[in-house]
């Protein structure tokens, strides 16, 4: 539904990589008012950049997303619906789950709808050793993201801007065939710190990258009070 003349709702979708944080949105303004869908992949920062922002209130990041983008079209953002597509990773022990659960009760508690994906054994050959080894490979999620973003694309009627915060080329091609499928769709990209790429850059209308400070900036509480139920506290080893 279109909001009120001046107001532009938003919708994101957000992706977030636990196991492997390395693969951790010009338009003119109009004064119609237009849906504007957000589609994020976020990553989070270990030791490697000496900052770990896991505890990270997503809705906070995307409003100030939003607030970024709102110079360039000169009316409000409305953030409306929030997509989180992650995975568990049960490999990595029951600690590391709980720890990922409790995050996630913190975001279902803000009505951010949540997609869980699996991790998958894949068998690669070492290089060094020239040996078969068991790696796990998150499965899912980028098809289940980029499933989202075509039924958004196909339900839009009105001018929607889709934002994603990514540096993953392999959704690509689905903003390829947004761009096809409805014209009426512009896309931004959203670079995680130190994320840019060409390759994403050159299917958008416009793109900016995001600072450690947005992260910092974008914690939950601890503890996070939820609507119902006991504090959730952040986990010590965050």
Request: net charge positive; glycine share 4%.
């Amino acid at each position: 539904m279109p909001g009120p003349s001046g107001l532009r709702s938003g919708v994101f979708i957000l992706e977030h990589f636990i196991a492997f944080p390395k693969r951790i949105s010009k338009w003119t303004p109009f004064s119609l008012s237009m849906d504007s869908i957000y589609t994020i992949q976020l990553q989070t920062y270990r030791k490697k950049y000496g900052v770990c922002y896991k505890w990270l209130d997503l809705k906070a990041l995307c409003e100030n997303i939003a607030s970024k983008i709102r110079n360039n079209y000169g009316e409000f953002i409305e953030v409306k619906k929030i997509y989180y597509f992650t995975a568990y990773a049960y490999h990595r022990g029951n600690d590391a789950v709980n720890r990922h659960k409790r995050l996630i009760r913190c975001y279902e508690d803000q009505d951010i709808i949540i997609s869980i994906s699996r991790f998958k054994k894949k068998s690669i050959k070492c290089d060094l050793c020239n040996k078969r080894i068991v790696r796990r490979e998150e499965k899912e999620t980028d098809v289940a993201l980029a499933t989202r973003l075509l039924l958004e694309a196909a339900q839009t009627e009105n001018r929607t801007l889709f934002i994603l915060i990514t540096g993953d080329t392999d959704l690509k091609p689905a903003l390829d065939a947004i761009h096809i499928l409805n014209p009426k769709i512009d896309i931004w990209i959203a670079f995680p710190y130190r994320r840019r790429n060409a390759d994403l850059e050159n299917v958008a209308k416009g793109s900016i990258e995001l600072k450690k400070e947005d992260y910092a900036h974008c914690q939950l509480p601890n503890p996070y009070i939820p609507s119902k139920g006991k504090p959730i506290h952040k986990p010590a080893l965050w």
